[in-house]
């Protein structure tokens, strides 16, 4: 057992019961009047219960091999989550606001693309300079998150190192180049190179729910906001 983790079996009897506290917990909150954004943020969280629920299913049955990618999912459900509380308001939060914009920009930016290239815009100087008149005059350009990449998101809600060492760790497991496969299936045995199945290591194991705890650790503000958004005597 790794020094100052609990064991797997106590790992998963604590998890199973924190989720089991938040799913109850949304579920009082799921049929409250919600603005947009608000039922956003709920549909992230509830997301990152029923993968944390996966998670726990996996770990019960030693199916190793599943739990980086769900791992790396709640993680990012986590992140996507503080972000829309963070960056979003009633206006862009659903995804059809966020496709709207994002057609507008496309649409600006092909014109001003075909100007450059017949020649109507003389420079890729200009060519920046008008497109950026056009989104402000538009109010398209700004910086939203989700044009956003993985290590800025993660940075930005003051998780840099977790991105360098948690999520970082995650993503090689989920992976399948040579490197990765090569860790699962591959082992000598009997001096002989054999292909083997994914085996479930338990110091594997207690790092990744170990993993999922600090995921709902920095979870927890989201809870938080929208039950205190939700919540008519804070209003």
């Known amino acids: 057992m790794l020094h100052g983790l609990p064991s797997c079996r106590k790992l998963i009897i604590n998890l199973k019961y924190e989720v ?38 996996c770990a019960r049955h030693d199916q190793y091999l ?7 999912t709640a993680g990012e459900c986590v992140v996507n989550c503080r972000l829309v509380i963070d960056e979003c308001d009633d206006d862009n939060a659903l995804m059809a606001a966020w496709m709207e914009k994002r057609k507008n920009t496309n649409r600006i930016t092909n ?26 005059e538009a109010g398209l350009n700004d910086d939203a998150y989700s044009t956003w990449t993985v290590e800025k998101r993660w940075t930005h809600i003051d998780q840099f190192i977790l991105y360098h060492t948690c999520y970082a760790m995650l993503s090689g497991e989920v992976h399948s180049n040579p490197e990765a496969l090569d860790r699962r299936h591959a082992a000598e045995i009997d001096g002989q190179p054999t292909l083997i199945w994914c085996k479930h290591e338990v110091e594997e194991a207690q790092i990744l729910l170990g993993t999922m705890f600090t995921f709902l650790e920095i979870a927890e503000p989201c809870f938080v906001a929208l039950s205190d958004a939700l919540d008519p005597d804070k209003q």
């Not at 799913?23 to 509830?46: G, I």
């Not at 014109?111 to 402000?136: C, D, H, S, V």
């Open 66 to 72: 599943a739990l980086p990618s769900l791992i790396r």
């Open 111 to 136: 014109q001003l693309r075909k100007e450059y290239t017949q020649g109507q815009i003389e420079t890729a100087e200009k060519f920046r300079e008008q497109l950026n008149i056009k989104l402000e």
């Open 20 to 57: 089991q506290k938040r799913y109850a917990w949304l579920n009082t909150l799921n049929r409250l009047p919600h603005t947009r954004k608000t039922a956003l943020v709920w549909a992230h969280l509830a997301s990152f219960i029923q993968i944390a629920q996966a998670v726990i299913t």
